[in-house]
Nanobody
Framework: QVQLVESGGGLVQPGGSLRLSCAAS????????MCWYRQAPGKQRELVAT???????NYADSVKGRFTISRDNAKNTVYLQMNFLKPEDTAVYYC??????????????WGQGTLVTVSS
């Protein structure tokens, strides 16, 4: 089995920073793209940032210049550094990853979600 476990959410004031982490574990042979999504109350889940296995990144327009996605391939971990946070960034943040298991089977997994609340 492959699991993704997120950490780092919490309450932060507007203008503050948080760093989310998501570690993949299990019978992993390789990981392809790793992504962060978020879902605010009453809204659809949206893609926030993506990083490929080669390190190429893409961001939603709403977070460009404020959020940075990175990964440590040796640790099978993806990070999301969030700066200059706004109240509209409040959401449950989910990580997502795909890849190959040691059996050769393809996998896609979601983390359990971590709540980020931006409020004074």
């Amino acid at each position: 089995q492959v699991q993704l476990v997120e950490s780092g959410g919490g309450l932060v004031q507007p203008g503050g920073s948080l760093r989310l982490s998501c570690a993949a574990s299990g019978s992993i042979f390789s990981i392809g793209a790793m992504c962060w999504y978020r879902q605010a109350p009453g809204k659809q889940r949206e893609l926030v940032a993506t990083i490929t296995s080669g390190g190429n990144t893409n961001y939603a327009d709403s977070v460009k210049g404020r959020f940075t996605i990175s990964r440590d391939n040796a640790k099978n971990t993806v990070y999301l550094q969030m700066n200059f946070l706004k109240p509209e960034d409040t959401a449950v943040y989910y990580c997502n990853a795909d890849g190959r298991r040691t059996t050769g089977a393809y996998f896609v997994r979601w983390g359990q979600g971590t709540l980020v609340t931006v409020s004074s």
